[in-house]
């Protein structure tokens, strides 16, 4: 069987989750004890920073360029061009898109896999530009695929739902993940304890609701910091809202850096906070879990499928509930206790291997 990546996500994102997705899905079934499987990334042109440190036995057909303004732009056409006919030379089985685009670039029959990573666009509209093509994009792709990977039930569900998918059309496949303790940064000491959020924070991210719970109960603000990981710093509409919360930039701070500043951070935090309204299937709780920090999230979309019995769960849309399960979780010390060992116990359920594994099941069905 020989299986084929495109270039989309390769070429527009350096790194994030959809690329490491797929990266570690090639990786392992390239590196596949299955001599049958031919594993290859074409991307004539690419920028992901995965990709540029990949080794033997994955193949990546093509080459690293640098990132600048509009190169996208200039990158794009490029690998239209290019793509179609490097992918009719060598004439893959399964060519699975990494993103959703109206083009198909697989050759006259090789069979096509597109994965769904959730809805939120159709979901959450107001969250986005009017001009954003994805909705539009993401239908044309679905209903030109032979096959649907879907990275959660509720996101099968939402797909089938919203977009009228056959549900025979449709495969859940969960996500693996792959932060370890073996990347450690070397943080100075937290001030006092503090409460650990990662991730962008806008719209239906709900991290300002987050900061109403937080700001509401002293049992929160006065004993614990609040440490946004990622995202960006804070803008300026988001500290005219800490301030006029009663909040101090010692009290709730914004941290960048790598996979190893957040391992750091997970392994110090008293807690870790996730109160997103919607994930198509959500990886940070189970980095979490992994770190041995106990997991509060929202009991909304996917979450709860992916955390199980792991994790106090609340209510998004209020602060109020959302407050009271911090406030439970940070006073129950025999509670965390628990969680820790549920956690670990849950993240045995996801790894790449097994993502990798299922995903080759769904493309042998499709050549079937």
């Not at 992994?290 to 709860?304: A, D, E, L, W, Y």
């Amino acid at each position: 069987m020989k299986i084929a990546y495109d270039h989309q996500i390769f070429s527009s994102q350096r790194f994030g989750g959809i690329s490491r997705y797929f990266f570690e899905l090639a990786k392992h079934l390239a590196g596949s004890v299955n001599d049958s499987v031919e594993c290859q990334i074409v991307s004539p042109i690419y920028v992901n920073d995965y990709l540029q440190h990949a080794s033997h036995p994955l193949r990546v057909l093509g080459i690293h360029a640098p990132v600048f303004r509009g190169s996208n732009r200039l990158y794009r056409p490029i690998n239209k061009l290019l793509s179609p006919q490097i992918l009719k030379r060598w004439r893959p089985d399964i060519l699975h898109e990494t993103y959703y685009c109206s083009n198909n670039f697989a050759p006259r029959g090789c069979r096509t896999v597109v994965t769904v990573y959730d809805m939120i666009h159709e979901l959450y509209p107001e969250n986005f530009s009017p001009h954003d093509k994805t909705s539009e994009l993401k239908r044309a792709a679905v209903t030109r695929a032979d096959h649907i990977v879907c990275i959660s039930e509720n996101t099968r569900h939402d797909l089938i739902r919203l977009l009228g998918v056959p549900a025979k059309k449709t495969t859940v496949v969960h996500l693996g993940f792959a932060l370890t303790e073996s990347k450690v940064a070397a943080l100075p000491l937290p001030r006092k304890p503090f409460l650990l959020y990662v991730g962008s924070r806008g719209g239906y991210k709900n991290f300002d609701r987050l900061l109403e719970a937080y700001a509401d109960r002293p049992s929160l603000h006065g004993a614990y910091d609040l440490v946004a990981f990622g995202g960006g710093g804070f803008s300026a509409q988001e500290q005219t809202r800490l301030r006029n919360l009663g909040l101090h930039g010692d009290q709730v701070r914004q941290i960048g850096g790598d996979d190893t500043v957040l391992a750091a951070l997970y392994l110090q935090a008293t807690l870790f906070v996730y109160p997103s309204l919607y994930e198509g299937f959500g990886i940070p709780p189970l980095e979490a879990m992994s770190f041995n920090c106990p997991v509060s999230c929202s009991n909304t979309s996917s979450i709860p499928e992916v955390v199980g019995d792991a994790a106090v769960l609340f209510d998004p849309h209020q602060s109020s509930a959302i407050a009271d399960a911090l406030e439970v979780l940070t006073a129950d010390v025999a509670l965390q206790r628990d969680l820790r060992q549920r956690g670990l116990k849950r993240i045995q359920a996801f790894s790449w291997q097994q993502c990798a594994t299922e995903t080759l099941g769904v493309y042998r069905k499709v050549l079937q």
